[in-house]
């Protein structure tokens, strides 16, 4: 069944761990997407990528680094951790303007 | 000033009320016009997508697209408990990303 995971779906951790939130989708989908969530406010773009070694930072500043090295993958990277970034992180994936999201994963910095 | 606006609510209604859930855009490059639904602790999944001005109707849900206005209108008929969620807005242009609004928090009581 096509469909865009994302693990894990909730994580607390101290201040300053390395973190990597995983993400990957069966659709065979060359665009995909990170994006924060915070509650009552939009989503905002914080990384994507258009294909295979492909990637960009979106409107948000972000501390974050992302690859894509599979069209199926694209993990995000945290190398130290800090309270503010304590957030909801959804990813997406298209082919064309129809994005589908992923569950989220619920990120608590200690 | 945001480039998609929309009041988060919350909405509370009876079961079987219309609803009418509003944004508002700034940039009038934008042609492409979405509405995702998103459950609680899940992504957000898109209901409907729109093109330009006009109406496009699928079954109980009606988006309406007003350029000179620049406002949005989602219509839910006969709503339904199932139809609790929060329901975002989102634009583009022809070439550039998606913009998301903060959402509107519906709770349809029965």
């Known amino acids: 069944e096509a469909d865009i995971y994302q693990t894990p779906r909730y994580l607390v951790i101290g201040t300053g761990k390395k973190i990597t939130l995983e993400c990957s989708q069966t659709m065979g989908h060359d665009k995909m997407y990170w994006y924060q969530q915070d509650p009552g406010m939009e989503l905002h773009l914080i990384h994507y990528s258009y294909g295979v070694n492909s990637t960009e930072k979106g409107d948000l500043s972000s501390e974050s680094t992302v690859s894509r090295i599979r069209t199926e993958h694209f993990p995000l990277t945290l190398e130290s951790a800090r309270p503010s970034h304590t957030s909801q992180y959804l990813c997406?994936?298209?082919?064309?303007?129809?994005?589908?999201f992923g569950p989220g994963t619920r990120l608590t910095v200690l | 000033q945001k480039e998609v606006e929309q009041d988060p609510g919350p909405l509370s209604v009876p079961e079987g009320a219309i609803v009418s859930l509003n944004c508002t855009y700034s940039?009038?490059?934008?042609?492409?016009f979405m509405w995702y639904r998103q459950y609680s602790r899940k992504g957000p999944e898109l209901l409907m997508y729109?093109?330009?001005?006009g109406n496009k109707e699928d079954g109980r849900f009606t988006a309406q697209v007003d350029k000179s206005s620049k406002y949005i209108s989602l219509f839910i008929r006969d709503s339904q408990p199932s139809d609790s969620a929060t329901y975002l807005c989102?634009?583009?242009?022809?070439?550039?990303?998606?913009?998301f609004g903060p959402g509107t928090s519906l709770s349809v009581i029965p």
């Open positions: 729109t093109y330009s001005s």
């Open positions: 989102a634009s583009k242009t022809s070439y550039d990303k998606v913009i």
């Open positions: 997406a994936s298209a082919a064309g303007d129809e994005q589908f």
């Open positions: 940039n009038s490059a934008f042609q492409y």
